[in-house]
């Protein structure tokens, strides 16, 4: 059975975007180092962090993501940087004519997007972006595991790693704990 991960990468004070929906420098560790994820090069990570990056985004089968996300980047072209399955949760359709050729459903509902993914992720992970999808997945109790990639940047305000999440969820200790370069990795298990 699947496991059912929220991902981002955030700053210290929860952030995944500043208030122009810009990620700033959250992203500078995927291209500071000298180790790549994958063949291409495209993200070049420091030794401490390609293990377990690598290793984390192998095990992703599937990712979902929200409408906003999608139409920032377009879906990733159908091509999402990890997992082999996306799949989107809006309240509106698939763009008419938008890689026609990909198998990239929509789903209004999001625990019927999670039960879809689980099926395309088989014993793999499904991959929840963080914000307002992820925090939702985490309020409805459909999330085992909350992964952050915490980056030395204070954003102030603007878009928060759980979205709208506003009562209070339990995590376990940390499991994960890796310093990277201008990045620390951490994952919880969800308290049940």
């Not at 995927?30 to 420091?46: E, H, K, L, Q, T």
């Not at 759980?162 to 995590?171: K, N």
């Not at 994960?176 to 201008?182: L, T």
Request: hydrophobic share 45%; glycine share 10%.
């Amino acid at each position: 059975m699947a496991t059912v991960m929220t991902h981002a990468v955030v700053s210290v004070d929860g952030f995944i975007a500043d208030e122009k929906d810009d990620v700033g420098p959250l992203f500078d560790w995927y291209f500071n180092g000298d180790r790549p994820i994958y063949d291409d090069a495209s993200f070049r990570v420091g030794a401490a962090s390609i293990d377990y990056v690598k290793g984390m985004w192998d095990d992703i089968g599937a990712i979902i993501q929200g409408r906003r996300l999608f139409d920032q980047t377009n879906g990733w072209e159908a091509r999402p940087p990890a997992g082999d399955n996306l799949l989107v949760v809006s309240h509106r359709p698939k763009p008419d004519g938008w890689h026609p050729e990909a198998d990239v459903p929509f789903f209004d509902d999001l625990a019927a997007a999670i039960e879809e993914a689980k099926r395309r992720a088989g014993d793999r992970t499904v991959a929840v972006c963080a914000g307002d999808m992820g925090g939702q997945a985490v309020a409805a109790g459909l999330v085992d595991i909350v992964a952050m990639d915490v980056v030395p940047v204070v954003f102030g305000r603007r878009r928060r790693y759980f979205g709208p999440i506003d009562a209070q969820h339990l995590l376990e200790d940390p499991h994960v704990v890796i310093q990277g370069d201008r990045v620390l990795h951490l994952q919880y298990r969800v308290r049940r």
